[in-house]
């Protein structure tokens, strides 16, 4: 045998290792599975969920919540998406308000309800959800109204049926009216059969080619629950499960006959034996519905991978539906509300590998693997189909009765792909104790709980304290001496892919931090507004960052982001090169101690007052471009405008952005105000020896202190951009939120550094560079609109004083504004104490 051959069995049948598809939630999982199995006598099958629309206050309604898989997802939405609205419903309330108090961090609440029969009391669920989970089976008796009151409501759905006879006899008949109202209905969304049908639609789009034919071949260990069973024994006797094409497709002209249960076999080319895989029944019909949907046909066919013929003999003879319910009557087989225990489920593994041919002959083998198939990863599966439904990432027009593959394609097939290994730390974020760094803190852990985060600095105590304050976050700790220590630095970053640094002043200790990203290839983000530390130390380094395909990403807090993104967007949607851009905002915030200091140690430095400190140059036939914004009034707007204390950090990134694009015009920023006293107080700044007084006097924060939780609910901004293109079009858009330095701030450099790590960073765009030159501005706004921020593009100016007053809702909300209050206070206590 070839030592290629050996090398593909051998893969094919070892156990699969921890992947991006095993999270960090598993200790967790184990604990709520090994509560739920221990009272088994107390749990009855829960219902089906609930869908759609910008103003519906759920954003998940989860129907079968206190079930065995239901639970699991429970646990999964929790502690992954701990900040979206998500209803648990049920019949007993008990039961679902003990699975809901476990999860202290996430929104969760609950609804009973008496019976799944009752179409009215559904669609009263279902009618304020944006999306419905269905995990409450046998679906074929109690399924198919959540699903109707789905489509009368334009609720997208999503479940984790594999009841094929249910699909095909119930809800094809309503593929038009889901079609007609525009809702996605979104079966087999767990192991089966979102594996198989992801992957071969994903070898299609790689082909670039109708497919001849594929087949998978799948390696696995895992156990059922009484919820599986039960499903499988209540689709014996119905015709549609043993039609191969009950789901749509027909044969394939000139192929061989398409059969279900895989021949026993060996394989010389795998290096083991083949035998008929259970869930071929339902993944083959999937996949065909997915190709008939796309007006494709093609043959398919799945077999088991085992070690050896007995085995694959085994695997050839299932007992008679008969047979199974007797063994679940005498308790050899799981009841419905029971599952493999915790132990079972660690040791429970796939391998799916799909082989497809195109029709230009033109072949690829592809493979997705991950923990116990169909529990742990099931929960995984059908969580994250029901959020990409939530964010909208179905395909516009595959609305419908439809497969995984038909609304998601391409992005959902990327999406299981485990992320690259070789370092074990996602993000190493430095500065973690200071007051812009605990909300950081805060953030990743409420909103991307399963990343592997270590908090860096000096003071292990602290370090400690915080990271205990969120024991669902996957946060260690790690002391360094000195920022100046390259040694130490290097041992920290060389084991992470992104680094956060939220470590100031960055004119003092920011410069060796990045020298060693640079060196070890760790894309790097920061909070910095010091124009002349990035013009003096980090230029220089532009070229050997780039040369290193390293992001050193500065400006991605409240300096520069909203002006960057703003701009970038405007010049994409006028798609001309801009004549001319200004920028208005309004707000109402305070100072921390870090931002004062960092202010104070760039007085003095030549840089600080060169606006063209980070690149460009001044713009033929303009007038000369200055930095403080003349106090007028403003007709257009109805309102005083003022110089706007950012205006000497965002007009140089923005410069930056239209250098490094090789592009030129004219830039400035106002603030607006209420009247001419207060536009008057704006254009008269204490000098940085008056600043430094007021602070060691204690009437200014120092470093490490900010603003009260009560004093940044209070606080909010907005960002409004004109832009006139060469054409002479021009456009307003506007970025709104809460608390600008301090709540935003982390959230934008929380969702610049995920950003990165997801990898979407513009190939190409390396080196010292602004938020809008690394990254795709339409696409990161999208993200920033998703976290919370509000973007929305106006009709035309803000007139009669609309930009002054408070835009509605906080872009910081829920759970974590509760964690952003508790973290400012626990780190006010860490510097008493400490």
């Given at each position: ?417 485990p992320p690259s290994t070789t370092r074990p730390v996602d993000i190493a974020l430095f500065g973690a104790t200071g007051f812009t760094g605990s909300l950081i803190v805060a953030y990743l852990a409420y909103n991307y709980p399963t990343l592997n985060v270590t908090l860096v600095g000096r003071d292990k105590i602290r370090l400690n304290t915080l990271a205990s304050r969120h024991h669902n976050a996957n946060f260690d700790v790690c002391t360094i001496p000195s920022l100046k220590d390259e040694a130490a630095l290097h041992g920290i970053v060389a084991r992470a892919k992104v680094v956060i640094s939220a470590a100031g002043p960055f004119m003092k200790i920011g410069t060796p931090l990045v020298r060693v990203c640079i060196a070890c290839g760790t894309h790097y983000c920061d909070i910095t507004g010091e124009t002349p530390w990035v013009a003096r130390d980090l230029l220089p380094l532009h070229e050997d ?290």
């Amino acid at each position: 045998m070839s030592r290629e051959k050996t090398k593909l069995s051998h893969a094919l049948r070892r156990r699969q290792p921890m992947n991006g598809l095993k999270f960090d939630w598993n200790v967790h999982r184990q604990t709520l599975s090994r509560d739920l199995t221990d009272n088994t006598a107390q749990l009855v099958d829960a219902k089906p969920a609930s869908f759609m629309s910008a103003k519906r206050p759920v954003d998940i309604a989860l129907f079968g919540a206190t079930g065995f898989t239901g639970s699991l997802i429970a646990a999964y939405l929790a502690y992954n998406y701990p900040t979206l609205n998500i209803t648990l419903v049920g019949r007993d309330k008990t039961r679902l308000s003990a699975l809901a108090s476990r999860y202290h961090n996430a929104n969760f609440d609950v609804c009973t309800i008496p019976s799944m029969d009752d179409q009215q009391a559904v669609q009263n669920i279902v009618v304020r959800a944006k999306v419905v989970i269905s995990a409450a089976g046998p679906f074929i008796k109690i399924g198919t109204p959540l699903v109707r009151a789905c489509i009368a409501c334009g609720t997208h759905y999503c479940d984790t049926t594999g009841e094929t006879p249910w699909v095909a006899r119930d809800l094809l008949p309503l593929h038009e009216a889901a079609k007609n109202n525009k809702t996605f209905i979104v079966n087999f969304c767990g192991f089966d059969s979102q594996p198989a049908d992801l992957l071969v639609g994903q070898a299609q789009n790689i082909l670039k080619s109708p497919l001849a034919r594929a087949e998978a071949f799948v390696s696995m260990q895992g156990t059922a629950s009484g919820g599986t069973v039960q499903s499988g024994l209540e689709m014996q006797g119905f015709p549609e499960a043993a039609d191969p094409y009950c789901l749509g497709g027909g044969p394939s002209p000139g192929s061989p006959p398409e059969v279900d249960a895989h021949p026993v076999a060996r394989s010389e080319t795998l290096d083991c034996w083949l035998a008929p895989f259970t869930m071929a029944f339902i993944n083959t019909r999937v996949v065909r519905r997915t190709a008939s949907l796309k007006g494709q046909r093609f043959p398919y066919g799945e077999a088991l991978c085992v070690s050896d013929e007995e085995t694959a003999k085994k695997h050839a003879s299932v007992p008679s539906a008969k047979v199974r319910q007797a063994l679940v009557e005498e308790g050899k087989l799981p009841r419905p509300g029971q599952g493999p225990d915790p132990l079972s489920r660690t040791r429970s593994w796939f391998k799916y590998v799909v082989h497809a041919v195109s029709e230009s002959g033109e072949n690829l083998w592809l493979q997705l693997s991950g923990g116990d198939p169909g529990y742990d990863e099931t929960a995984l599966m059908i969580s994250e189909a029901a959020v990409a439904l939530l964010r909208g990432e179905g395909v516009d027009g595959h609305w419908g009765v439809v497969t995984p593959g038909g609304p998601f394609g391409m992005p959902m097939a990327n999406a299981p792909s485990p992320p690259s290994t070789t370092r074990p730390v996602d993000i190493a974020l430095f500065g973690a104790t200071g007051f812009t760094g605990s909300l950081i803190v805060a953030y990743l852990a409420y909103n991307y709980p399963t990343l592997n985060v270590t908090l860096v600095g000096r003071d292990k105590i602290r370090l400690n304290t915080l990271a205990s304050r969120h024991h669902n976050a996957n946060f260690d700790v790690c002391t360094i001496p000195s920022l100046k220590d390259e040694a130490a630095l290097h041992g920290i970053v060389a084991r992470a892919k992104v680094v956060i640094s939220a470590a100031g002043p960055f004119m003092k200790i920011g410069t060796p931090l990045v020298r060693v990203c640079i060196a070890c290839g760790t894309h790097y983000c920061d909070i910095t507004g010091e124009t002349p530390w990035v013009a003096r130390d980090l230029l220089p380094l532009h070229e050997d960052a780039k040369t290193k395909k390293t992001f050193i990403v500065n400006f991605c807090g409240f300096d520069s982001q909203p002006a960057d993104l703003l701009v970038g967007l405007s010049e994409k949607i006028l798609k001309s090169p801009l004549v001319r851009a200004e920028a208005f905002v309004s707000m109402q915030g305070a100072a921390s101690g870090g931002t004062l200091q960092s202010g104070i140690a760039m007085e003095g430095v030549v840089e600080a007052a060169d606006p063209f400190c980070l690149g460009g140059r001044p713009t033929p036939g303009s007038p000369v471009e200055v930095d403080e914004h003349p106090v007028g009034r403003s007709e257009g707007l109805g309102c005083w405008l003022a110089p706007f204390g950012m205006a000497s950090i965002n007009t140089r990134v923005v410069r930056r952005t239209a250098s490094l694009k090789g592009q030129r015009f004219s830039y400035g920023e106002a603030l607006c105000v209420s009247d001419e006293k207060t536009a008057k107080k704006h254009a008269s700044v204490p000098n940085a020896e008056i600043r430094q007084s007021l602070i060691e006097r204690g009437k200014l924060p120092r470093p490490g202190q900010g603003p009260d939780p009560l004093a940044r609910s209070r606080s909010w901004f907005k960002y409004v951009v004109h832009a006139v293109g060469e054409s002479g079009e021009n456009l307003w858009l506007q970025l709104s939120g809460s608390d600008p330095g301090y709540d935003e701030t982390a959230l934008m450099i929380s969702e610049a550094a995920v950003a990165l790590l997801q990898g979407e960073g513009v190939d190409g765009h390396w080196g010292v560079v602004t938020p809008a030159y690394a990254f795709d501005a339409e696409r990161m706004l999208k993200r920033l609109s998703r976290a919370g921020l509000a973007f929305e593009r106006l009709a035309g100016p803000p007139s009669g004083g609309s930009i002054l007053r408070k835009p509605e809702g906080n872009g910081v909300q829920g759970k974590w504004r509760n964690a952003v209050a508790d973290m400012s206070s626990m780190v006010s206590i860490m510097r008493s104490k400490f």
